[in-house]
């Protein structure tokens, strides 16, 4: 009797686990995980352009030699940054570059601009240290 009851449990749980773990284990497709990762990987080679663009202005090395920064020490630390930091200096960066080519002038900048583009600056140079 016991050995039928062991059988049936056996037999009952593997019934039941087998489907659930089978199903489980096909949620998300190989195809699917690459295209999500190469999506990714993209979007932070985006995210890493539009802050380089910005710090390679004539007019943004210019405001940040002015503040005592280093525009090229900024932009070699571009590649070390990621996640939420990465995508918020590029949404910053591209505001600015959006606020200079939409009309700002390259001479006189308006103070939101000046403020953008030095807290770029100052957090790619702190996150760089």
Do not use: C, Y
Request: hydrophobic letters at 55%; a positive charge; charged letters at 15%.
């Amino acid at each position: 009797m016991r050995i039928v009851r062991r059988f049936l449990a056996v037999t009952l749980a593997v019934l039941l686990v087998a489907p659930a773990a089978q199903a489980q284990s096909h949620v998300v497709s190989k195809a699917g995980l690459a295209k999500a990762v190469a999506e990714r990987v993209s979007q932070e080679q985006a995210d890493r352009a539009a802050i380089l663009a910005l710090l390679q202005r004539a007019d943004v090395q210019t405001l940040a030699a002015r503040a005592g920064l280093s525009a090229e020490r900024a932009a070699a630390a571009v590649g070390t940054l990621q996640g939420d930091d990465l995508r918020d200096l590029a949404s910053q960066a591209r505001q600015a570059q959006n606020d200079l080519a939409g009309g700002a002038s390259t001479v006189v900048i308006s103070t939101t601009t000046i403020i953008l583009v030095l807290l770029i600056i100052i957090l790619i140079v702190l996150l760089a240290d």
